[in-house]
Nanobody
Framework: VQLQASGGGLVQAGGSLMLSCAASGRTFSSSAMAWFRQAPGKEREFVAAITHTTRTTYTDSVRGRFTISRDNANNMVYLQMNSLKEEDTAIYYC?????????????????WGQGTQVTVSS
């Protein structure tokens, strides 16, 4: 199983980026998927998740600015990031659960991508 994240880059504050995550090796249409991020010197933190029923959840700092979505036909998950702030600068990781038809707050995810760097400048 592989998760390949892409779409990161350098953007000015207030700008937008769209991250993509391509999953391969198995189908994740029945699994929860998520985005996490890790800023320099900080622990990895949850950003957003989308369940197998397409219910979404976000950390407070990105709610209203970020949107997570999925394309089950192509085994993809996306993170649209708008109104970016300097504090959004981090490496962003996509993750997927091995469990089917399950989502719980603060659940563990089993598969992780390699990360894509997002840098927001002032």
């Amino acid at each position: 199983v592989q998760l390949q994240a892409s779409g990161g880059g350098l953007v000015q504050a207030g700008g937008s980026l769209m991250l993509s995550c391509a999953a391969s090796g198995r189908t994740f249409s029945s699994s929860a998927m998520a985005w996490f991020r890790q800023a320099p010197g900080k622990e990895r933190e949850f950003v957003a998740a989308i369940t197998h029923t397409t219910r979404t959840t976000y950390t407070d700092s990105v709610r209203g600015r970020f949107t997570i979505s999925r394309d089950n036909a192509n085994n993809m998950v996306y993170l649209q990031m708008n109104s970016l702030k300097e504090e959004d600068t981090a490496i962003y990781y996509c993750a997927a659960s091995a469990r089917q038809n399950y989502y719980a707050y603060n659940m563990n995810f089993d598969y992780w991508g390699q990360g894509t760097q997002v840098t927001v400048s002032s």
